[in-house]
Structures are given as structure tokens and as C-alpha cells.
């Protein structure tokens, strides 16, 4: 079975720096997807970015990046200069994208907060 | 556009009473409709998703049950609440026919059970 694993529960940055949220996954397919959600005090969750996995380059959406390294199993997100509206639980998240009904697992996300 | 619309937002129920909670997809046909609960420190959990009318599989054995009586509508029960069934419960939908779809999202709906 596939397991998401993010070994960050809680973290802090000021404002303007830049931070990485870890990811690590399990499973054995070749093919599959990744994501990052997140999800501000709202509740609402937003999808930041994604990476399918055959393709090396990493994905990248404005402020936010990821180093994915498929042979490690790693999928780490970069959120470069923080702001304060990045504050949120963000979500690390996995689809092996076979199947119609493959669903996407979740990890139990970290908690960012950007200090002023 | 798509928009997916759940309620109620906030509920607080007895332990014992039942429970409905309404989803209801627009702007698209047969999407694959999830339901997720989020627990405090525990992240996503998937309860129950569905490919189709009709069709749903459960992921986590519970008191807790889900029906597709229409194509966009997805409906979240329970006969008798439990004061562990507390917590935050997340709709959501994905593209059927696109492998690299994203869920989308509603609002949520924090249950209480007292």
C-alpha cells in the first residue's frame, strides 16, 4: 500500500525567507502523480502544484517548487520569498494514477506558519 | 465552471442521532466524488469515494455510510453518530478521464457530536 510520510509537523519562518517542506512516499508503481494542497486558516484547500512522475524537470508555480527525486521517493515543496498569506497546513499528497478509481492518499501535513 | 457546493457548514449533533451531509457537484458529468474527514493531527483521511452512480467503496470500516443517488450528488449518513465521528469533513471531486486531475474542494463541514 502506498504511505505519505511528512516528518515536519510544525513550522515557523519570517517573512521573505525561504522554507522546505519535506515529503517522502512509498510504493512500488513507476507511474504516478504527486501533489501539494494547501490549506489556509479558511479550511479551503488549494492546490499548489503538482509532478507527474515520469517527468524529471521539476514543476515549478511562481513562488513555489518542488525537488522531486524519484529514486529516493522524495517530493520536497520550496516556498521562496514567504509571505504571510503563506501561513497554512500544507498537504503532501499521491495518486498512482492507474485506474479510474485510484484515489489520491494524503500525508498529515505540516503547519507553516510566515512571522511577520 | 465547475463549483462544488456542501452543507452545512457547521453542525453540532447528540450522540446517537443520525446524520446527512449534502454534496453536489455543478458544471461537470460523472466526476469521481470523494469524502475525507480531517481529524486534529491526523491529516486526510478518505472515508468513502465513487467512480459512478451508485458506486461506492468505503476505505475505513465505521458507522459511517455513503450513497450517489444522482450523478453529481454524493450524501455522507450515519444512523447513529459517535462522539469519535467529531470533525471536519471535506467533499471533493476529480475529472474522471483525466489521470492528472486534481481534487477539488468544498468548504467542509465541522461536525460536532456531543
Known amino acids: 500500500a502506498q504511505t505519505v510520510t511528512q516528518s515536519q509537523p510544525e513550522m515557523s519562518v519570517q517573512e521573505a525567507e525561504t522554507v522546505t517542506l519535506s515529503c517522502t512516499y512509498d510504493?512500488?508503481?513507476?507511474?504516478?502523480?504527486l501533489f501539494w494542497y494547501k490549506q489556509p486558516p479558511s479550511r479551503q484547500m488549494i492546490l499548489v502544484i503538482r509532478?507527474?512522475?515520469?517527468?524529471?524537470q521539476n514543476a515549478t508555480e511562481n513562488r513555489f517548487s518542488v525537488n522531486f527525486q524519484k529514486a529516493a521517493k522524495s517530493f520536497s515543496l520550496k516556498i521562496s520569498d514567504s509571505q504571510l498569506g503563506d501561513t497554512a497546513m500544507y498537504f503532501c499528497?499521491?495518486?498512482?494514477?492507474?485506474?479510474?478509481?485510484?484515489?489520491?492518499?494524503f500525508g498529515k501535513g505540516t503547519r507553516l506558519h510566515i512571522l511577520p | 465552471s465547475q463549483t462544488i457546493h456542501q452543507w452545512p457548514a457547521t453542525l453540532v449533533q447528540p450522540v446517537g442521532s443520525p446524520l446527512s451531509l449534502e454534496c453536489t457537484v455543478e458544471?461537470?458529468?460523472?466526476?469521481?466524488l470523494y469524502w475525507y474527514r480531517q481529524a486534529a493531527g491526523r491529516g486526510l483521511q478518505l472515508l468513502f469515494y465513487?467512480?459512478?452512480?451508485?458506486?461506492i467503496s468505503s476505505e475505513v470500516p465505521q458507522n459511517l455510510s455513503a450513497s450517489r443517488p444522482q450523478d453529481r450528488q454524493f450524501i455522507l449518513s450515519s444512523k447513529k453518530l459517535l462522539l469519535s465521528d467529531s470533525g471536519f469533513y471535506l467533499c471533493?471531486?476529480?475529472?474522471?478521464?483525466?489521470?492528472?486531475?486534481?481534487?477539488?474542494f468544498g468548504n467542509g463541514t465541522r461536525l460536532t457530536v456531543t
Open positions: 471533493a471531486w476529480s475529472h474522471p478521464g483525466d489521470r492528472y486531475s486534481p481534487l477539488h
Open positions: 509532478q507527474e512522475a515520469y517527468k524529471q
Open positions: 465513487s467512480v459512478g452512480i451508485g458506486q
Open positions: 458544471g461537470t458529468s460523472n466526476p469521481n
Open positions: 499528497a499521491f495518486m498512482r494514477g492507474l485506474n479510474r478509481d485510484d484515489k489520491i492518499i
Open positions: 510504493t512500488s508503481e513507476n507511474n504516478y502523480y
